[in-house]
């Protein structure tokens, strides 16, 4: 079998139920959230060592989830929502695992810049990939049916980036890289930081 078809040399492409320019929002969609997983898989290469084993081990699942997000953003036809495989309970089981990687790192008072060491920023990437992808689906929402839950996910999961990359700078014995202009907006370590 040939990796290539030629069948998208006019700029269509496959959805499940039929086909759709390679600019659509649905495509745009999917593909970012396929963007990400990458993001994800180079966030785990940079971890070395045993101390990462539970991220990286909590992250190749997350890339399963993905793609599983993926899957559901792929129907061309809003009837096959019966199909959908994301639940509510994808989004709520991150939750534990944010308030565990939120716990490992000092109080925040300021904002903080994408940094530190190189898993910390590959991980920063992948919660500014993930924040594109919610705004992708909010756009392709607006003219197609996509599964709620998915975009309940992908919202939860950037908060889940946020505090593994704060974790794994604290691993590391690194000190997040604070705002230098801005002043203590999180009053005693309170940590609001997105919605």
Same mark, same amino acid.
């Given at each position: 079998?040939?990796?290539?078809?030629?069948?998208?040399?006019?700029?269509?492409?496959?959805?499940?139920?039929?086909?759709?320019?390679?600019?659509?929002?649905?495509?745009?969609?999917?593909g970012?959230?396929?963007?990400?997983?990458?993001?994800?898989?180079?966030?785990?290469?940079?971890?070395?060592?045993?101390?990462?084993?539970?991220?990286?081990?909590?992250?190749?699942?997350?890339?399963?989830?993905?793609?599983?997000?993926?899957?559901?953003?792929?129907?061309?036809?809003?009837?096959?929502?019966?199909?959908?495989?994301?639940?509510?309970?994808?989004?709520?089981?991150l939750?534990?695992?944010?308030?565990?990687?939120?716990?490992?790192?000092?109080?925040?008072?300021?904002?903080?810049?994408?940094?530190?060491?190189?898993v910390? @920023? +590959?991980?920063?990437?992948?919660?500014?990939?993930?924040? =594109?992808?919610?705004?992708?689906? !909010?756009?392709? $929402?607006? %003219?197609?049916?996509?599964?709620?839950?998915?975009?309940?996910?992908?919202?939860?999961?950037?908060?889940?980036?946020f @505090? +593994?990359?704060?974790?794994?700078?604290?691993?590391?014995? =690194?000190?997040?890289?604070?705002? !230098?202009?801005? $002043?203590? %907006?999180?009053?005693?370590?309170?940590?609001?930081?997105?919605?």
């Open positions: 079998m040939k990796l290539y078809t030629r069948t998208g040399d006019e700029g269509k492409t496959s959805v499940i139920g039929g086909r759709v320019g390679k600019d659509d929002a649905q495509v745009e969609t999917y970012t959230i396929d963007e990400l997983n990458a993001f994800v898989g180079v966030a785990i290469a940079a971890m070395n060592g045993m101390i990462y084993d539970d991220l990286r081990a909590d992250l190749t699942c997350i890339q399963h989830q993905l793609f599983d997000c993926g899957s559901d953003l792929a129907y061309l036809d809003s009837a096959n929502g019966a199909k959908w495989k994301v639940a509510g309970e994808l989004a709520s089981g939750e534990p695992l944010i308030d565990k990687y939120h716990e490992e790192a000092p109080p925040i008072l300021r904002f903080i810049l994408p940094g530190g060491g190189a910390a @920023a +590959a991980l920063h990437v992948c919660r500014t990939v993930c924040r =594109r992808a919610e705004r992708r689906m !909010v756009t392709y $929402a607006s %003219v197609g049916e996509v599964n709620p839950a998915v975009r309940v996910y992908l919202n939860r999961l950037s908060d889940f980036f @505090a +593994a990359a704060r974790a794994a700078n604290a691993r590391e014995g =690194r000190t997040d890289v604070e705002y !230098v202009r801005g $002043a203590n %907006v999180f009053g005693g370590g309170t940590d609001k930081k997105a919605d």
